[in-house]
């Protein structure tokens, strides 16, 4: 069975500044995705950054970045130039590379102070 | 082009009625899956369909929850009936399989129901 453990309930950042979210995984797959999703208040469901585990360079998306460490089975976002609607719950999801299904953590909520 | 639609946003109803959830996915898209978001449990799959046919519905709580796809633009989540303790945040999602390798979710924007 695949796990996803997001440790971080809560956090704060300062805005403008860096901040970055945990994730790590349990799985014996070898190929497989990761996904960072934010569902911000509105409660939307939105994909912030994908990275399929055959690559080597870690995903970047603006001001998202993850560093991917396959043999640590850690999955970390970074968030740069924090803004206030980076407010949200960040959830980490694992997909097998020929599953359907997604594995999701538990969330860490995010919060941005002016 | 739209994302995920789903209806109604809000539902409010009474125990022991029937309660039926909507969503439209991404044209194009042969993948479809229904997830219930809680406090207590966090976001669970409920059950999936490939081709507009269930693959795994391991999910659905009970005998009291079904889901059907007639066709690849449309699928419903029933209650019947519901339960408060059915109270959360229900989310279609949908994607593109093609071979062995499925592509990325895309949430709707989930409905919200309150069973009292």
């Known amino acids: 069975a695949q796990t996803v453990t997001q440790s971080q309930p809560e956090m704060s950042v300062q805005e403008a500044e860096t901040v970055t979210l945990s994730c790590t995984y349990d799985?014996?797959?070898?190929?497989?995705?990761l996904f960072w999703y934010k569902q911000p208040p509105s409660r939307q469901m939105i994909l912030v950054i994908r990275?399929?585990?055959?690559?080597?360079q870690n995903a970047t998306e603006n001001r998202f970045s993850v560093n991917f460490q396959k043999a640590a089975k850690s999955f970390s976002l970074k968030i740069s130039d924090s803004q206030l609607g980076d407010t949200a719950m960040y959830f980490c999801?694992?997909?097998?590379?020929?599953?359907?299904?997604?594995?999701f953590g538990t969330g860490t909520s995010l919060t941005v102070i002016p | 082009d739209a994302g995920v639609i789903q209806s109604p946003r809000h539902e409010v109803t009474e125990m022991g009625q029937e309660v039926t959830l909507r969503c439209k996915p991404i044209?194009?898209?042969?993948?479809l899956f229904w997830y219930r978001q809680t406090m207590m449990r966090g976001l669970e799959l409920l059950i999936y369909?490939?081709?507009?046919?269930?693959?795994?519905d391991s999910g659905m709580p009970e005998d009291r929850f079904s889901a059907k796809m007639p066709n690849a633009s449309f699928s419903t989540l029933k209650i019947q009936p519901s339960e408060p303790r059915d109270s959360a945040v229900y989310f279609c999602?949908?994607?593109?399989?093609?071979?062995?390798?499925?592509?990325?979710?895309?949430f709707g924007p989930g409905t919200r129901l309150l069973v009292l």
């Open positions: 999602a949908s994607s593109f399989r093609f071979g062995g390798r499925q592509e990325t979710q895309y």
């Open positions: 799985t014996s797959e070898s190929n497989y995705y």
């Open positions: 990275q399929e585990a055959y690559k080597q």
């Open positions: 999801a694992f997909m097998r590379g020929a599953g359907n299904q997604f594995y």
């Open positions: 044209s194009g898209h042969n993948s």
């Open positions: 369909f490939n081709n507009n046919v269930p693959i795994d």
